[in-house]
């Protein structure tokens, strides 16, 4: 009886040892999927971040370099200012003189980090500040050139108005010494050129129109009175001009050069002097002109100066 009672013991059969080891593999090879699975993701993942990082870094580098063209530009474009207002007013040069440390500092340092290939956007953000500076700087110059052209303004115009008032009878463009200057000029009158041919050995004269004849130009005139020019010796230039708009001259007859006014060479045919009294007229002034070559057909003009002005002119016409 007690042998049918050990019989009742569950019986482990074959069938049931081969399926725990199956059951075992399974797990395994899931394991091994999900740390392969894991670490792809990581893979990926990691992949991923150093892509965004290498696009991070491209953009960074583009707009440092796209920062400090534009930055460079700016400097350029203060300089330019800069230079222009130096050469524009000396009084700017002088004040930039005293603070000419400050100006090379700031230029010195914009121009380092500018340069810099290594330079970072903090960097930038400092030379764009620098340049910030020193375009305020500039902007306080061109603002004080403003008031200087103001002022000189102004005072251009009071000195216009005092020259207006000191002489209202003499054309306004011209200058204040040259006002002073011209109340002294002469005025000649009633001027004659006559062309003459000499007879008889030159003691007989007649006047004649014909060019092949003439052998004497005599230019007679008058100096009318002035009650500004002082007394005395008076230096008159008379210019002769023929038909081929050439200027006769000829050393040994006494041309020569002199100036006009404004210190222009002026040539001129021949000189007179005159003794001029105060507030007198000098009548008939007469000069004679010759020359070895013969006179052409055509018009002659006579242009008289005084301190370089031009007094009179007058002209004739040879057959």
């Not at 603002?143 to 005072?155: D, F, G, S, T």
């Not at 210019?239 to 100036?259: K, Q, W």
């Not at 007229?281 to 100066?305: E, F, L, R, T």
Request: with cysteine; proline share 2%.
């Amino acid at each position: 009886m007690n042998q049918g009672f050990n019989n009742d013991k569950p019986v482990v059969t074959s069938d049931d040892n081969r399926k725990r080891p199956t059951k075992n593999k399974t797990w395994v090879w899931v394991g091994i999927i999900i740390v392969l699975l894991g670490i792809n993701i990581y893979l990926f993942s990691t992949k991923n971040k150093v892509s965004s990082e290498r696009d991070h870094m491209a953009q960074t580098m583009e707009y440092i370099a796209a920062e400090r063209d534009e930055l460079s530009a700016e400097y350029d474009a203060a300089i330019a200012r800069l230079d222009m207002l130096l050469t524009k007013n000396t009084e700017l040069d002088s004040l930039l003189s005293q603070k000419d440390s400050e100006i090379s500092q700031l230029k010195e340092q914009i121009r380092k980090i500018l340069s810099d290939s290594r330079a970072t956007a903090s960097d930038l953000a400092r030379a764009k500040n620098l340049i910030a500076s020193l375009s305020s700087r500039v902007k306080s110059y061109e603002e004080r050139i403003a008031e200087l052209e103001y002022e000189n303004a102004a005072l251009s115009g009071k000195n216009k108005l005092l020259e207006a008032e000191r002489d209202s009878t003499v054309s306004d463009n011209i200058a204040l010494q040259q006002k002073l200057r011209l109340g002294a000029v002469l005025h000649a009158s009633r001027i004659n050129m006559t062309p003459i041919e000499l007879r008889r050995q030159g003691k007989k004269e007649k006047t004649t129109g014909k060019a092949k004849r003439v052998d004497i130009l005599r230019v007679q005139f008058d100096i009318d009175e002035n009650r500004i020019a002082e007394d005395g010796i008076k230096d008159l230039y008379l210019c002769i001009t023929g038909p081929d708009g050439r200027l006769l001259s000829n050393a040994a007859y006494g041309s020569g050069v002199t100036e006009t006014f404004d210190g222009k060479p002026l040539p001129y045919t021949m000189a007179k002097q005159i003794d001029l009294k105060q507030g007198e007229a000098v009548k008939d002034i007469v000069v004679d002109w010759h020359q070895d070559s013969d006179y052409s057909k055509g018009n002659y003009m006579i242009q008289i100066y005084h301190q370089g002005f031009l007094i009179g002119s007058g002209n004739v016409v040879l057959r």
